[in-house]
């Protein structure tokens, strides 16, 4: 990404929480005026908060937690990078793209979707390309032509530096577009000549929404009761989902290896794509690749370390996108004392769920290939 | 090689073949001798060669077959292979009864497959053409010299087979097993047993080695006469000097073995002793797990004639080749994990797809509809195995193979069901 959009997307995501901060004006201690100011700037703030507080619909039977407000998608998408757009690579542009498609809006942004498609268009046209001068080079060869293959060489050159130049480059901004053909189904999504109705909901892992419920940046409601759950009851919820409550309970491991990489600055994300259990960004999405992706393995379990073949088939996937993979063993209680702390965890106290991840320890390898006859000087 | 070295192997020859025909009777085929001269001339492939300095300097090779010898018995044979060691190029001619290099194998009769440790090895090149080019069977060269250890990525004789491929060759009848050890010291015994023949041996050994020297000082002469030095020609006929003998490259030594071979052949009690051994002793997997990668390597085999390499790298047991794999990229990489009885995974399934497709390969899982009758682990196994090997679950598994082999069964493989996934990018 350019200097300047990688500038555009600071300025753009300056929040690494979905939560809002109270600032107080000065106050003043011989100015009984700047209390009062103050005290309604806080009263004014903590209401504005209360309402901000981002309403995630949970569905029962999908086991789905989903966002479907535009506005609360972006704002949880901007501030820390939560969640996935169901219709969407990562970041929820359905509606952007679906006006630019089907209304022909113009939008000034332009999302990762079209920037992902216009590089592969770029990379295909390169191969074609190579695909020629090398065909061409094979004639020269075989002719003999010493010329034509300096002059060549000259080619090459200018396709190496093209190619470099494809992994910074943007779509250009068109001015008109021009709406392309509707499909039928496409008719019933307009509003008007500017709007469309918007189909695409944000969804959130489990992790990240019991983690978000102990910001206290969302709400979710409790299928079971209609009321508002807690963080204790929703992580007793889900740790239910998973199977029985035991120190080997997969959500239990999975949410204190997500608290980990959280606690320490990490956006983390999903894994699935790259057979991982998670991918650590260094900011977020939009500044770089994920550097890392990490496996999870359990000490505790026999049955978890697997074969070399089955690590080094993870590896080769993982370098393929050039990431480093590390192996996260996690060190579980004894079923024991995780029992006797789940039988004491309070409802309303939600300082239960650190002590509860607090029980876990988590330590971190780097698996790499090692080739003795290629790494010999 | 001179006509001089030529002359002489055939009289060595016409040797041999007098004391064969005493010592074996009728049995031997002395007809199918080769030409001795062509036999002799087929010598070592360049792979297990030392090479031998200007001056003659060399050493007596060793033949392969008296290595494995060594490998095995340890001390107490090692005088007699020291007494052997001396006579190889007198052995070839009896190798070459046989086995004819030249001639290739011959398709009718069965290859000996020689288990030695927990490996089943090749030490004949010609089986080895026969087995790849007509079965597909391609194993893994093996040999490295031990003066050499960076040799590792070019390897030479013997050929090991994986489990898979010896069952595979057992079952469709292509091969037989031998207990190498015992065959190679059964066959010691009988020679060593014979003074007189073994003084026979040595002298047209000797006289060999003096030919050897005759041959050598001509070239030493010629040489010098070319540039002009005939004044200079002095006699080196050295005793001393050791002389390097070029023998033939594979194990054309077991062919004058081919009684205890032919008895091994017969014996299919000895045949499935002799698979269970090596079942239990080749691989840490379970009896279970051996039989399903067979069923897979069998079905692949026997439907699409691909052959079948190990496939570690690409994450799967196989990875499959539609030929030759000089020839072609391999298409499938090959899990056996049976994903109607076993849960195979979403990260399992996203990595594999992605990195098939990613090495334009497809990944293939592979599973039984109805799964084998009898499960072949058993718990108890150890203690059967050492107390009665016939009743072991090693025993049973091979026994059951056994009694479908040449029945078309493999043909007829409906329950192995295969599926391949490839990752697509959405988006």
């Known amino acids: 990404m350019s200097t300047k959009n990688s500038r555009e997307s600071l300025n753009k995501f300056t929040k690494p929480l979905p939560i809002e901060i109270i600032q107080l004006p000065p106050v003043y201690p011989g100015n009984p005026i700047s209390w009062l100011i103050a005290t309604c700037s806080f009263i004014g703030q903590l209401i504005v908060k209360q309402s901000r507080k981002i309403t995630v619909l949970y569905n029962q039977d999908e086991f789905c937690f989903k966002v479907t407000d535009k506005e609360d998608m972006d704002y949880l998408w901007k501030s820390g990078f939560y969640g996935k757009g169901s219709l969407s690579r990562s970041e929820p542009t359905w509606q952007t793209r679906a006006q630019k498609r089907i209304l022909g809006v113009e939008k000034t942004e332009t999302t990762s979707e079209e920037i992902v498609r216009y590089r592969r268009q770029l990379r295909n046209d390169y191969k074609q390309k190579r695909n020629k001068m090398l065909a061409l080079e094979r004639q020269y060869k075989l002719q003999g032509d010493s010329e034509k293959l300096k002059q060549l060489e000259v080619v090459r050159q200018k396709l190496s530096e093209q190619r470099d130049m494809i992994s910074h480059s943007r779509p250009p901004e068109r001015k008109d577009i021009e709406p392309q053909e509707l499909r039928p189904e496409d008719r019933e999504l307009i509003i008007d000549s500017k709007h469309i109705k918007n189909i695409e909901y944000m969804e959130l892992t489990a992790c990240e929404v019991l983690f978000l419920l102990y910001m206290g940046a969302i709400k979710v409601d409790s299928p079971d009761t209609g009321k508002q759950f807690t963080t204790i009851q929703l992580l007793r919820y889900l740790v239910n989902m998973f199977g029985a409550v035991e120190a080997d309970n997969m959500f239990l491991i999975q949410f204190a290896v997500y608290f980990h990489y959280k606690s320490l600055g990490w956006c983390v994300k999903s894994g699935l794509k790259f057979s991982s259990d998670f991918v650590l960004y260094q900011r977020g999405p939009p500044f770089h690749h994920a550097a890392f992706a990490v496996t999870i393995l359990k000490n505790s379990s026999i049955n978890a370390l697997k074969n070399w073949t089955h690590f080094g088939s993870i590896f080769r996937v993982v370098s393929a996108v050039k990431k480093t993979m590390v192996l996260c063993y996690i060190d579980t209680p004894t079923s024991n004392q995780l029992v006797d702390l789940w039988k004491t965890l309070d409802d309303n106290d939600n300082e239960g769920l650190i002590n509860l991840v607090n029980m876990y320890s988590i330590r971190e390898i780097i698996y790499k290939r090692w080739t003795p006859n290629r790494t010999r000087l | 090689m001179s006509d001089l070295t030529w002359n002489d192997c055939e009289r060595n020859l ?414």
């Open chain 2, 14 to 427: 016409i040797d041999m073949k007098a004391q064969l025909e005493d010592n074996l009777g009728s049995e031997t085929s002395v007809e199918n001798s080769p030409a001795p001269m062509l036999c002799y001339s087929s010598s070592c492939s360049d792979t297990s060669v030392p090479s031998s300095n200007e001056e003659g300097e060399g050493v007596v090779e060793e033949k392969e077959g008296e290595e494995v010898v060594e490998e095995k018995e340890g001390e107490e044979v090692v005088e007699e292979k020291e007494r052997f060691s001396e006579s190889p190029p007198l052995l070839l001619p009896s190798g070459t009864i046989v086995d004819d290099s030249l001639r290739g194998h011959d398709p009718e009769s069965m290859i000996p497959i020689l288990v030695i440790g927990n490996r089943a090895l090749m030490f004949n090149l010609d089986h080895i053409k026969h087995l790849r080019i007509h079965h597909g069977i391609v194993g893994l060269l093996s040999g490295s010299l031990p003066l050499a250890p960076q040799q590792n990525t070019l390897l030479g004789l013997p050929l090991a087979l994986s489990i898979d491929e010896v069952l595979y060759l057992l079952y469709n009848g292509v091969c037989y097993l031998v207990d190498g050890a015992k065959a190679a010291t059964a066959f010691l015994d009988d020679l060593v047993c014979d003074e007189d023949k073994l003084d026979e041996m040595a002298t047209i050994f000797s006289d060999d080695v003096d030919n050897q020297r005759a041959e050598r000082q001509r070239e030493y002469e010629e040489r010098l006469c070319k540039l002009g030095l005939g004044d200079k020609i002095v006699q080196r006929n050295d005793r001393n000097k050791t002389v390097f003998v070029q023998t033939r490259d594979n194990d054309g030594l077991f062919g004058a073995l081919h009684v205890h071979l032919r008895m091994y052949r017969d014996n299919v009690g000895v045949q499935k002793l002799l698979l269970s051994k090596l079942l239990r002793m080749a691989t840490n997997e379970d009896l279970d797990t051996i039989y399903q990668n067979f069923r897979v390597f069998n079905y692949l085999k026997m439907n699409y004639h691909h052959c079948i390499l190990p496939g570690v790298r690409f994450g799967g047991k196989f990875v499959s080749y539609p030929g030759d794999p000089l020839r072609y990229h391999s298409h499938l990489i090959v899990d056996t994990r049976d994903y109607y009885n076993e849960d195979i995974g979403m990260l399992d399934i996203s990595n594999r797809g992605r990195l098939a497709t990613g090495v334009k390969k497809l990944w293939l899982v592979c599973g039984q509809r109805r799964r084998g009758t009898v499960p072949f682990s058993d718990s108890n196994e150890k203690i059967n195995e050492l107390a009665d090997p016939e009743q072991s679950s090693g025993y049973r598994l091979v026994s059951n193979l056994f009694d479908y082999q040449g029945k078309g069964q493999a043909l007829k493989d409906t329950e192995t069901v295969c599926f391949s996934i490839e990752w697509s990018g959405f988006g």
